[in-house]
């Protein structure tokens, strides 16, 4: 199981409204091609499975930055908005699930994570201005079936019919 990029789930859910996978952007001429975690600026961000980084940071939009990395199931994970990548990360870093790979970054108002997931079959730029409505590689994948997957950092699982601790 991968570990949630963030430490919590957020409240305001990726799952509707604006931040959802392929709500409508520009008047419906583009269409959002991640989901967005929103979380205040500077909330630590994780990497959700053992990979390595490709490329980054570099500028993504409105002063924040972005990050692209390989997991070693070849899926290719791309982290925008942030607002600096963790002291040690660069290209060719080899990243260990669960381990503090950026910061998360602040735009005009909103602060958040948006979260690319492409399934790896591609290759060259990954955002691909005339490859509507996305705008992005051909093996863009929509990520809330496999953010709804995730485990939280630290949580604890307990065996079936193990007592659980006292409040
Ligand atoms: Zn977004």
Known sequence: MATFPLPFIPTLSYKTGGRRFG???DGGKRKHAACDLIAPKGTEIYAVENGKVTYGPYLFYHGTYAIEFRLDSGKVVRYCEIEKVASGIAVGSTLTEGTLIAYVGKMYVDSMLHFEL????GSGALTVRSNSPYQRRSDL???T???DGCALL?????PVGCALPGP
């Open 145 to 147: 079936d496999y953010l």
């Open 23 to 25: 709500a409508n952007r």
């Open 118 to 121: 492409y399934d790896g079959s």
């Open 141 to 143: 994948i929509n990520p």
């Open 154 to 158: 630290g949580a604890v699982q307990y």
